[in-house]
């Protein structure tokens, strides 16, 4: 099945900077998307962008299919973007996701 | 988008008991998957509940550990049975994702054995 990678495993931040999360995968992918979870363990949906870019707000995501990588971007920072932020693929020949290890991000007053 | 509603959002239990997760959606789907996130790691998928078939278990999970209900298209159940301390994690149920197509998930229950 399909691998997905996630970097850096952890990231602390200064309210206000920004920050780039990469998501890495194997193989060709028919889905994939970025969550965030709060402290209370919820995901939260934030892309679905198997390719292409996409702008929510403050946060914009990239995937590049053909070199299989996608990059989550978080433009400055608030203290509430702190928590964990998984990516997930799903692959053309499976029915469920693969998710990432998750980058921690906690971002400081 | 789906709405799912799951219930309950957190449980304490005592070993050797069963729990009984609900997972309520507002529309009729196929497939239902349930998944595990142990403590500090990634989500990890337990089954796949398909409408009148029985559950698909992913390596290392058993259905008489986790056995699955799916009643009708809009309502699952995962029982965590003979609950040690190792099965405390948050179990979290999922609509949708494949073909393509966007996933969503419940709120996600956090459950603590001692």
């Known amino acids: 099945g399909i691998q997905v990678e996630q970097s850096p495993p952890d990231l602390i931040l200064q309210e206000g900077a920004n920050s780039t999360l990469r998501c890495n995968f194997s193989?060709?992918?028919?889905?994939l998307q970025w969550f965030h979870q709060n402290p209370w363990g919820q995901l939260i949906n934030l892309f679905y962008?198997?390719?292409g870019t996409k702008q929510n707000g403050r946060l914009s995501a990239t995937t590049v299919a053909t070199e299989r990588y996608s990059l989550l971007y978080i433009s400055s920072s608030q203290t509430t973007d702190s928590g964990v932020y998984f990516c997930?693929?799903?692959?053309?020949?499976?029915?469920?996701?693969?998710f990432g290890p998750g980058t921690r991000l906690s971002v400081l007053p | 988008s789906a709405v799912i509603s799951q219930k309950p959002s957190r449980d304490i239990c005592q070993r050797g008991t069963s729990l009984t997760i609900q997972c309520q959606v507002d529309?009729?789907?196929?497939?239902m998957f349930w998944y595990r996130q142990q403590p500090g790691q990634s989500l990890t998928l337990i089954a796949t509940a398909n409408q009148g078939s029985e559950a698909t278990y992913e390596s290392g999970f058993v259905i008489d550990k986790f056995p699955i209900s799916r009643p009708n298209l809009t309502f699952s159940t995962l029982t965590v049975s003979n609950m040690s301390p190792e099965d405390s994690s948050i179990y979290l149920c999922?609509?949708?994702?494949?073909?393509?197509?966007?996933?969503?998930f419940g709120q996600g229950t956090r459950l603590t054995v001692v």
């Open positions: 529309s009729q789907v196929t497939m």
């Open positions: 962008i198997p390719s």
């Open positions: 999922s609509v949708a994702g494949g073909g393509g197509t966007e996933a969503f």
């Open positions: 193989d060709s992918v028919n889905n």
């Open positions: 997930a693929a799903l692959d053309n020949y499976g029915q469920n996701f693969v």
